[in-house]
């Protein structure tokens, strides 16, 4: 019995142990449980190839993904106050803070990218769910804000893509004051006849939900996603019934209007540069930066006239081209 216990059950555990498989090599799928190789899952844009599940990205793939030649100007996040309510729970939220920063080398759970995307000039908010679960607190609010702005001021569209599992709570009321400042930073965008659109991934519930990634211009969704208010266990309990299958995912949000299209991950920088191609009214590129403000102010102005002027534009940049040939 001792001999059993002592050396045959430490071996076994050994062997076990060493068929576990190296993190660093395979990834698993959290849908089917597939092992599929990270070299394959990457190819595959981290899309399950046995089931189509589309696994979460950081927001670096994210943006490298979707700017022409994956490639773009990271715009920096605006200082703001560092845990201002001085929180804590089972650790304070400073540390938190702290440990969430050294794990994704982000300052906080949004990025913000500038760049071209067919073409288009756009400004592209990404959220990154490693991140205190895509938590919008000041920072990310803040982050937010200066996108929208950007866009405004390069005459860029403006591209929402949360993954937020909702408000800050270590922020307290100020996170959730995060939601109306989106929603105006929003307006402003659209006030400047520049399109807004949402690409809804898995993914974005609470606060998040609630505010600004309900108001897209075009509502695109990735499968698969969950997007909903109240989590779906909540409202269960609450109004005492069974929820339908496929409750609060991207297909089901789909079919009752909430969502206008759901694009696979593969198709979605197709279907971006198909929209903004749609949407952005042709300018000349602005090399002058000017306050958000007074782009709105002239963006009014020009509006009924901007198809008008279009046109000529156009000719003046073909006029261009010939000198350069000429030359
Ligand atoms: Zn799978």
Redesign the pocket.
């Known amino acids: 019995m001792s001999w059993l216990t002592n050396y045959v059950r430490p071996k076994i555990r050994a062997l076990v142990s060493k068929s576990d498989v190296p993190d660093n090599l395979w990834a698993k ?6 092992m ?1 190789f990270h070299r394959d899952l990457a190819a595959n844009d981290k899309v ?6 589309h696994m979460r990205l950081t927001a670096d793939e994210r943006l490298k993904m979707i700017f022409d030649g994956g490639s773009y100007e990271s715009l920096a996040l605006p200082e703001t106050v560092q845990d201002p309510l001085r929180f804590r729970d089972q650790q304070r939220y400073s540390e938190r803070l702290k440990k969430a920063r050294s794990a994704t080398g982000l300052d906080d759970a949004i990025q913000l990218a500038f760049g071209e995307i067919g073409g288009q000039s756009a400004v592209v908010a990404a959220f990154d769910f490693r991140f205190m679960g895509g938590s919008m607190g000041v920072a990310v609010g803040e982050g937010f804000v200066t996108g929208a702005r950007a866009a405004v001021e390069r005459k860029a569209a403006f591209i929402g893509i949360p993954a937020s599992g909702g408000a800050r709570m270590q922020e307290g009321i100020l996170s959730l004051m995060q939601m109306p400042r989106t929603v105006i930073a929003v307006e402003m965008v659209k006030e400047a006849g520049l399109p807004y659109i949402v690409v809804l991934t898995d993914p974005t519930t609470g606060g998040v939900t609630a505010s600004f990634a309900m108001l897209g211009d075009v509502t695109l969704a990735e499968p698969g996603a969950v997007i909903g208010f109240a989590g779906s266990r909540v409202i269960e309990e609450t109004i005492r019934e069974t929820l339908p299958d496929g409750f609060q995912r991207a297909e089901y949000l789909h079919e009752h209007g909430m969502v206008d299209m759901v694009v696979p991950r593969k198709e979605l920088r197709a279907a971006l540069c198909r929209l903004l191609d749609l949407l952005m009214v042709p300018q000349a590129p602005s090399t002058v930066l000017e306050t958000g403000a007074q782009v709105a102010q002239e963006a009014a102005d020009e509006a009924p006239v901007a198809k008008e002027a279009a046109p000529e534009q156009a000719e003046s940049g073909e006029a261009t081209e010939s000198e350069r040939a000429a030359e």
Do not use: E, L, S
Not at 29 to 34: A, K, T, W
């Open positions: 799928c959290g849908n089917c449980g597939q599929i399950c190839p046995y089931c189509d599940h």
